[in-house]
């Protein structure tokens, strides 16, 4: 069992970086594989990154390659994503989501724990 809120979004212009936290209580982060998953109003959830339990292994979506940077401190039971060079088309309800097992998967419903959600919001 493990409890996760997002936090760090908000209103940036195109260009900006955001760096979102996912901070998790109850069982040590460790344990999880975490992804990040972002939404918009008549879409459905979309994949941006994901690490694996140790952080030896990363994935993203083709979208946010080379500008999305995923991390983890697992001393601090956090995991990060670093966006950088944001764009419109990047705004989007993001969400941190956990699963225990040791295998990548991009689809939401595989995911056990969410959080709320951050609003990230890129505009002039």
């Known amino acids: 069992q493990v409890q996760l809120v997002e936090s760090g979004g908000g209103l940036v212009q195109p260009g900006d970086p955001l760096r979102l936290s996912c901070a998790a209580s109850g069982r040590a982060v460790n344990n999880y594989r975490v992804a990040w998953f972002r939404q918009v109003p008549g879409a459905e959830r979309e994949f941006v990154s994901a690490i694996s339990r140790t952080g030896s292994a990363t994935y993203f979506a083709d979208s946010v390659k080379g500008r999305f940077t995923i991390s983890r401190d697992n001393a601090k039971n956090t995991v990060y994503l670093q966006m950088n060079s944001l764009r419109p088309e990047d705004t989007a309800v993001y969400f941190c989501?956990?699963?225990?097992?040791?295998?990548?998967?991009?689809?939401?419903?595989?995911?056990?724990?969410w959080g709320q959600g951050t609003q990230v919001a890129v505009s002039l």
């Open positions: 989501a956990a699963i225990s097992t040791l295998f990548n998967t991009y689809s939401p419903s595989e995911y056990d724990y």
